[in-house]
């Protein structure tokens, strides 16, 4: 055991300082994160982030305990921690205990999750990330040290009121296996500004294609290639736009183990169908997952770069290893993108015990079972993304698994769970942690359940029906046909709006969906007391009252989900000044407002002011841009949508802003990147009359 040793940290970007602990250590040392996925800090982001001090008074500390690596950071006052990958049942996550493993949900947050991320973020203005692909425990501000300078107050449970069984600390407590890892401390003006520089470290947020932000439909697991060009001409017979069709295991010869070639009864001749597809307009994704079958072709080559343990009866490649990568991927350039297949739906690259390989299986790279599986969805994203950049066509797809560093891949996280309340929780949770989140919508009981889904889809990263084991339609209930056609289209209307939300993701790291704590401090939780219970509750745990059925989309936009069976809603409308984005009504701030609900609408809300107040929007080939509120300001951001051309500059750029004078716009388009043709603008009053 060595003594407590203070982290000597420099500064690396502005806001950003890493340090690096090495000690001696007889067994396995893991990778980094970072050196997995293979990404580069994005420097033109951190030219413009300004300089902050570092955020600690007391520098924090490492030390081998316990046959660990354990690092303290000074944690205090009332301060609130976020982050730590993808949770369901509550953000925050102050005086948490996570031991954070890449798991599929097993319906708790325990640590055990899709996005494994090591990386929180205070309200007080730091964020910490450790680089390791170890499995880390983290004790969020609750392990109270006997030396401790401030312990809390000894309490009587028999006499005192105010007895808890939690306790805050003075450190927040990291402890993981292994002699080495990297820290890196993050600061920052607010927790979005803390969280944009951890996604600049690892390369920036990604821009997916604009087809991606389209419709979505992934067909049943049986469907032959007639199927899936008859569901397509349905789209276009009623109406119904459709961007991507998405094919479920069927579609290869074998699945689960997987060959990822055709099957050829169902899809006889997948260039033509490839080609038919995009006559009509229509991408398609294909499902996935890495365990390869032994009827596969590449298999006898694959099997001496694979895993001691098979999954399904298939190998697991070493995706460590450049054999292993280049087998698959020039198998996928061959039988799938040559053809135009625009990407995949990576899936159960997160584990399960009962099914993967155990922890002590070893891969001929040298790489322990253990850590293979905290980093083989981000091995698989880097491969696929050396592939679709030497062709120079932008991909967007779905992945069951990311870890921290993965922020400029382009996929989506998704699950089998189906709740509701746990998407929206989803949804916000992964704008703390570089990952982006997929509410897809499924089977569901009534026709008023199936739009709620489609309007959280709606303004979410990926507007997706998932029927790989029902048959779902967009006019699965016919009642609604109209209403659900009108919101994939407002998803349409919106699209330029996203599109720039995702650009500040790209370019500047800001998550495009954010929990609305991120933004405004005054919609944290708030704890509600525990009531005792010697069976439910024997230690009056109390509760969180946090909202997560309201988030920011982009800049200015706030989404209000309705729950199933609601007619009417609360909406917490934070300080300054809010409109409904339908009427430009003016509604103050501040305050939290009731609203009715009809079934028709998703209500969205626009933050005005100064720094907000616009949205742009498509209408056909202008750029209408919304205006909401006395004056505003806001971005507009495009590029050809389907290239990597914007990363040599091929993009355009423009800052909007308006007054109105009496019931009249004037707009200012002042141009601040012009590498990509301009589009015509339209500046349109909302309110006054006008809607
Ligand atoms: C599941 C996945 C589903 C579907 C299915 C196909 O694991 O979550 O979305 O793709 O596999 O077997």
Known sequence: MRNMEKLEFKKIFPGVWRAGVDFQYPGYNYGGLLERAGVKPFQEGFDKQAETPFPFAEAPRAKQAGGKILFMFPFGGQERLYGLGLVYERLEQTLQVRHLRC??????????????????????????????????????????????????????????????????????????????ADVYIFGGASMADVVSRFNLLSGGGCLPPKWGLGMWQRVNIKYSAEEVKQDAAEFAKRGVPLSVIGLEPGWQSNSYPCTHEWDAERFPDPKEFLREMSGMGVRINLWENLYVSKSAKIYEKLKPYSGTHTVWGGVAPDLCLPEARNLMMDQHRRDHVAYGVSGYKIDECDGFDSWLWPDHAEFPSGVAGVEMRQVYAALFARALDGLYRSTNRRTYGLIRAANAGMSSFPYCIYNDCYDFRQYMTGLASTGFTGALWCPEIRGVKSAEEYVRRFQIGCVSPMLMINSWAERVTPWSFPEVENIIRDVIKLRELLLPYLYTAFADYRFGGLPPFRALCMDFSGASATSQAGVLDSTDNPYALGKMAEIVDQYMAGRSLMVAPVFTGNTRRDVFLPEGEWYDFYSGEALGGGKTISIDCPLEKLPLFVRGGEKGGVIPTMVDGTVSVLCYGEKGSGSFYDDDGLTYDFESGTYYRAALSFVKKGGAVEGTVTVEHDGYRPVPFDFMPIGNGRS
């Not at 983290?138 to 309490?155: H, I, L």
């Open 103 to 180: 798991d599929h949900y097993g319906g708790k947050d325990n640590g055990r999750t899709h996005v494994p991320a090591p990386f929180y973020v205070s309200d007080a203005g730091y964020g910490v990330f450790i680089d390791s692909a170890s499995v880390i425990s983290f004790y969020m501000g609750g392990s109270v040290r006997k030396d401790a300078k401030n312990p809390p107050p000894e309490k009587n449970r028999g006499r005192d009121a105010d007895w808890q069984s939690a306790q805050r600390s003075e450190y927040v407590e990291v402890s993981l296996d292994g002699g080495r």
